[in-house]
Nanobody, 114 residues
Framework: VQLQASGGGLVQAGGSLRLSCVASGSTFSSYVMGWYRQAPGKRRELVAVIGSGGSTNYVDSVKGRFIISRDNAKNTVYLQMNSLKPEDTAVYYC?????????WGKGTLVTVSS
């Protein structure tokens, strides 16, 4: 499985960004997909996850601001990030686990200026 994330950038506080992650393979619809982030000097944390059936879960700090979604026809998972805060600044990674193997996309940097 190969994951390619994109969409990061520099945005002012209160602004929005949408991250995308395209996955290889013909079984994308079966993948549980997640977005993680890692801020400088901090541990990587799970931000949002979406199941194969579309169920979602979020870390408390982004609830009500971020939305994870998927388009199985495009093998793509999205993270819509609204009302961004400086503390959302991090490298964001998409992830899936398939047959006991973890797969990570190359991170995309999100910088939120105050």
């Amino acid at each position: 499985v190969q994951l390619q994330a994109s969409g990061g950038g520099l945005v002012q506080a209160g602004g929005s960004l949408r991250l995308s992650c395209v996955a290889s393979g013909s079984t994308f619809s079966s993948y549980v997909m997640g977005w993680y982030r890692q801020a400088p000097g901090k541990r990587r944390e799970l931000v949002a996850v979406i199941g194969s059936g579309g169920s979602t879960n979020y870390v408390d700090s982004v609830k009500g601001r971020f939305i994870i979604s998927r388009d199985n026809a495009k093998n793509t998972v999205y993270l819509q990030m609204n009302s961004l805060k400086p503390e959302d600044t991090a490298v964001y990674y998409c992830h899936t686990r398939w047959y006991d193997m973890d797969y990570w996309g190359k991170g995309t940097l999100v910088t939120v200026s105050s």
